[in-house]
C-alpha cells in the first residue's frame, strides 16, 4: 500500500465507528462558519471544498446557500460524504487528488481545512488552487501549527513525522506566507481548539488540543 494515498485515508474511513457524522469533530469548524458571512457579502456563490473528508464543513456551506464542490481522493470519504449530504441539491462530490484538480478559473473560494498538515507537494497543490480559482478569488486554508502539542513531541527539524503511514507536516506562520507567495494574505489567526477522540484504533482515541494558523489569501 502506498503511504498516504487513498487507501491510507479509506482504512482509517472504514474503521471509524462512532455514532457521529464525522471522524473528525462533532460539528464544522468555527472560523470557516464565521467567514461565510463575509464570503457571502463579497457576492461569492461557488465555493471548493478541497479535501472534503466526510463533509463536515461541506454541510454547513451548503446549510448557509452556496453552491459546494466536495473533493476527496478517498473514496470511503465520499461515501460518507454523500449520506452526510444526501438532502442538499447545492452539493456536487468528485473524486479527485489535489496534485491533480482539473480546474480552472471556476471558484469564487476554496475550503481546505486540516488537510494541508497531510500534503507532501503543497506547492502543486497550492499552484491548482490557484488556477482553480476565479480572478480575486479567495483561499480559506488552515494550517496545523509549529506550536501544534504534535509537532512539538514529534516533528523534529523538519516539523514533519510520519505516523501509521499518514504523513504530517506542520507550518510556522512565515512557511505558510512563503508557500503563499502568489496570493494576497488578507488576514492570518491563530487559534487553540478541541478534537474529540477518534475511535478505538486510531493513535488518537482522547480528546486533545491542537493549534492551526488560519489564512485567507486573495488571487
Ligand atoms: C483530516 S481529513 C480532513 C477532512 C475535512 N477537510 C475536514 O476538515 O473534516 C484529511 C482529508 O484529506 C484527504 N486527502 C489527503 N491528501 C489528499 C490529496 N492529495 N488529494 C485529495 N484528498 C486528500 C483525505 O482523504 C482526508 O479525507
Redesign the pocket.
Known amino acids: 500500500m502506498t503511504e ?1 494515498g ?1 487507501n491510507t ?1 479509506n482504512s482509517i474511513y472504514e474503521k471509524f465507528q462512532h455514532e457521529r457524522h ?1 471522524v ?2 462533532e460539528a464544522a ?1 468555527p472560523w470557516f462558519v464565521s467567514k461565510m458571512a463575509f464570503l457571502k457579502e463579497l457576492g461569492a456563490n461557488r465555493i471548493l ?1 478541497a ?4 463533509a ?2 461541506t454541510r454547513a456551506f451548503a446549510e448557509s446557500g452556496f453552491q459546494v464542490v466536495g ?4 473514496e470511503k ?1 465520499l461515501a460518507r460524504a454523500a449520506k452526510n449530504t444526501s438532502t442538499f441539491k447545492n452539493v456536487t462530490l468528485q473524486q ?4 491533480s484538480l482539473p480546474f480552472s478559473e471556476e471558484f469564487d473560494a476554496i475550503a ?4 494541508a498538515v ?2 507532501q507537494n503543497p506547492k502543486q ?1 497550492v499552484t491548482n488552487f490557484y488556477n482553480a480559482l476565479k480572478p480575486k478569488g479567495l483561499l480559506l486554508i488552515e494550517f496545523l501549527s509549529t506550536q501544534d502539542p504534535a509537532c512539538v513531541a514529534h516533528g523534529g527539524e523538519q516539523n514533519s513525522f510520519m505516523s501509521n503511514g499518514v504523513f504530517h507536516q506542520f507550518y510556522s506562520e512565515s512557511d505558510a506566507r512563503h508557500l503563499l507567495k502568489d496570493f494576497t494574505i488578507l488576514e492570518t489567526t491563530s487559534v487553540w481548539h478541541d478534537d474529540p477522540g477518534h475511535g478505538p484504533d486510531f493513535p488518537r482515541n482522547d480528546h486533545h488540543q491542537h493549534h492551526s494558523i488560519y489564512v485567507i489569501a486573495q488571487k
Not at 479535501?51 to 466526510?54: F, I, L, M, Q, V
Not at 481546505?112 to 488537510?115: H, L, P, Q
Open positions: 498516504n487513498p485515508w464525522s473528525w469533530k469548524t471544498d479535501a472534503c473528508g466526510d463536515r464543513n473533493v476527496d481522493f478517498s470519504a479527485h487528488n489535489l496534485e481546505c481545512d486540516y488537510v497531510h500534503l497543490v
